[in-house]
């Protein structure tokens, strides 16, 4: 028969096994040819868990505009995950919580503040804050960052 250890220790394994099993969340990048802190934010993504497919783009205002993005909120770069724009230097962890948000159909950090996940070239950061839209249009905060002291 098998020991309770040995049951522990399978039952371990194969929990292990189940976690290591889970796919990275994929998101797709349309950004220019010529933008380097779009680069920047596409390893920010990488190194935090995303699969990214990065496609290079000739013309990013037709992207945002067949994405739905505000031109309020524009930045340069964009991307889309579970079929909602992700806007802008937007860091991983807001990512992560526009996929469990129903009511959000983009979040975006608008402009290109120092500071913000590739834009983190050790000028000062800037303070900037992640804006969610809804479905009805209406934006809010979702998150803040602070500028340095």
Request: aromatic share 6%; charged share 15%.
């Amino acid at each position: 028969m098998f020991s309770p250890v040995r049951i522990a220790t399978f039952a371990a394994l194969l929990l292990s096994g189940v976690a290591q099993a889970a796919e990275p969340l994929s998101i797709d990048v349309h950004r220019d040819a010529n933008c380097g802190c779009c680069k920047d934010w596409i390893k920010h993504l990488e190194a935090n868990g995303f699969k990214v497919n990065d496609q290079v783009e000739t013309n990013m205002s037709a992207v945002k505009q067949r994405l739905g993005v505000p031109a309020g909120l524009a930045s340069c770069h964009t991307g889309v995950i579970d079929g909602k724009f992700v806007e802008g230097h937007v860091p991983a962890a807001q990512i992560v919580e526009l996929t469990k948000r129903a009511d959000l159909v983009g979040m975006a950090v608008p402009g290109m503040p120092a500071g913000s996940p590739g834009m983190d070239y050790g000028q000062p950061h800037q303070a900037y804050q992640v804006i969610g839209l809804s479905k009805a249009g209406s934006a809010e905060v979702v998150a803040q960052y602070a500028a340095d002291e």
